[in-house]
């Protein structure tokens, strides 16, 4: 049975080269393709749909794990740090899939032009979700793909089939947690305004005294409903920014391990070479060798 959105990804990665994510002059969509399962990668993900259409993968949230496969999706409806990891790829059926912005200004117009609107999650569900990719989803992100070989198009279709995209996920069964993402474009919630002041200071000491008031909450409130959301508690969001932040100062910056530390925040450079290895399983100048060195390969 033909698969369109596997018969456009497999065409449009087939002509790369080079290892990917592979940008694309379409907004926001970058299209992704490994023959082989993947060590976890710390990313941060911002509001996305992540699509799979043949192969697996998945994203660790804090203690919260997401599994999702072929015809499934992950949607993240707020900036979150997580472990992402190709878990099933070969080189004769690779992984494929795309990642797909989320604009939270375009679901907060279409969820307005609704009736009734979907009801916005509460502060205590999470912020990512794994759904179905089938049907008008699937033909949406299809269209969105092809136009990669149309550039003129691009900006006169691409607003529409965002605008369709948008509809589509706002009726589907994770609507509460896009309708909340909508919401927060125009009046940010309280755990989602909290996230952003954490996000901006993270080289900062943090205080959850201030960041419960940012959410107006108790603190014992917003410790439980921030790990709700986002499956982290305060401090562990800010670690796995802070560690990210350093790793992308020494691959793109050449940043040594001590200023890097210094930068996002920490006092102490053994602190911070312990947390590192702890999260990407060696200390910093050997983390940061592998990896140069299987970019150069």
């Known amino acids: ?40 990668n710390l990313l941060v993900y911002r509001p996305v749909l992540c699509v799979v259409a043949q192969g697996s993968k998945s ?9 999702y496969a072929a015809g499934e999706s992950l949607v993240v409806s707020v900036e979150m740090p997580a472990l992402g990891h190709v878990t099933q790829a070969s080189a004769t059926e690779p992984f494929l899939g795309a990642v797909l912005e989320l604009d939270p200004a375009v679901l907060h117009d279409v969820m307005l032009s609704m009736n009734p609107p979907p009801e916005p999650a509460s502060d205590e569900e999470p912020a990512s979700a ?64 909290a996230i952003r002041a954490l996000r901006d200071r993270f080289a900062q000491p943090v205080r959850v005294d201030e960041l419960a008031s940012i959410a107006q909450l108790s603190p014992s409130a917003f410790h439980r409903q921030f790990k709700q959301v ?15 932040e350093a790793r992308r100062l020494m ?15 920490y006092e102490s450079p053994s602190q911070f070479s312990r947390e590192y290895a702890r ?11 592998t990896l140069r060195a299987t970019a150069s390969a």
């Open 59 to 67: 994203a660790v949230f804090g203690d919260r794990r997401v599994d």
């Open 230 to 244: 986002t499956s982290m508690t305060p401090l562990q969001y800010q670690k796995h920014l802070r560690l990210f």
């Open 130 to 193: 794994k759904i179905r990719t089938e049907g008008p989803i699937a033909d949406c992100v299809t269209r969105l793909i092809r136009l990669i070989d149309t550039p003129a198009a691009i900006a006169v279709l691409q607003p529409a089939i965002m605008k369709e995209l948008a509809y589509w996920l706002l009726v589907g069964p994770q609507a509460g947690v896009l309708a909340r993402l909508a919401v927060s474009h125009a009046q940010p919630g309280r755990i989602v305004g």
């Open 251 to 265: 691959l793109a910056d050449a940043s040594s391990a001590e200023s890097a530390a210094y930068a996002v925040g």
């Open 1 to 40: 049975m033909s698969n369109p959105l596997l018969d456009a990804l497999s065409l449009h990665t087939d002509r790369r080269p080079g290892d990917s994510p592979y940008a694309t002059d379409v907004p926001g969509l970058t299209l992704l393709r490994s023959d082989t399962a993947r060590m976890p």
């Open 279 to 289: 999260m990407f399983g060696s200390p910093p100048r050997r983390d940061v060798a």
